[in-house]
């Protein structure tokens, strides 16, 4: 049985690239335009990782953590931003938050998957 992974991000080309790089290390997907598309498509999912974006319209990265933090299926959840912001008060606050990882974009697929498979078991 395949593993899960939700993909957010506004931008309907990373979240292709993203997508299409998570499918090829044989994981289903879901996708989400930001924080609220993401939290209707993935009620009720068993969900085995979770990349996402932190500045959305809507409904931002840092507060999708929160609400999927909230919920016990997402409790250990690994969730990895992938976010053009390198400073380290929004690293803390994504830490904070309760992501697992912080990735910059532009992403190297390769370096994606690396972190992945650290952090999914």
Same mark, same amino acid.
């Given at each position: /049985? *395949?593993?899960?992974?939700?993909?957010?991000?506004?931008?309907?080309?990373? &979240?292709?690239? =993203?997508? %299409?790089? #998570?499918? *090829?290390? $044989? %994981?289903?997907?879901?996708? $989400? $335009?930001?924080?609220?598309?993401?939290? @209707?498509?993935?009620?009720?999912?068993?969900?085995?990782? =979770?990349?996402?974006?932190?500045? /959305? +319209?809507?409904?931002? $990265?840092?507060t999708l953590i929160k609400e999927l933090r909230s919920r016990p299926a997402f409790k250990f959840t690994p969730i990895l931003m992938l976010t053009t912001e390198t400073q380290d008060a929004k690293k803390q606050e994504g830490k904070a938050?309760?992501?697992?990882?912080? /990735? =910059? @974009? +532009? %992403?190297? +697929?390769?370096? #994606?998957?690396? =972190?992945?498979? @650290?952090?999914? &078991?």
């Amino acid at each position: /049985m *395949s593993k899960t992974a939700l993909v957010v991000d506004d931008s309907t080309s990373m &979240r292709q690239m =993203v997508t %299409f790089t #998570l499918q *090829s290390a $044989g %994981f289903e997907t879901l996708e $989400g $335009g930001n924080g609220a598309e993401a939290l @209707k498509v993935s009620d009720g999912k068993s969900v085995a990782l =979770v990349v996402t974006d932190l500045n /959305m +319209p809507e409904m931002d $990265g840092i507060t999708l953590i929160k609400e999927l933090r909230s919920r016990p299926a997402f409790k250990f959840t690994p969730i990895l931003m992938l976010t053009t912001e390198t400073q380290d008060a929004k690293k803390q606050e994504g830490k904070a938050a309760g992501a697992t990882g912080w /990735m =910059v @974009k +532009p %992403f190297n +697929p390769e370096q #994606l998957l690396a =972190v992945v498979n @650290k952090v999914v &078991r």
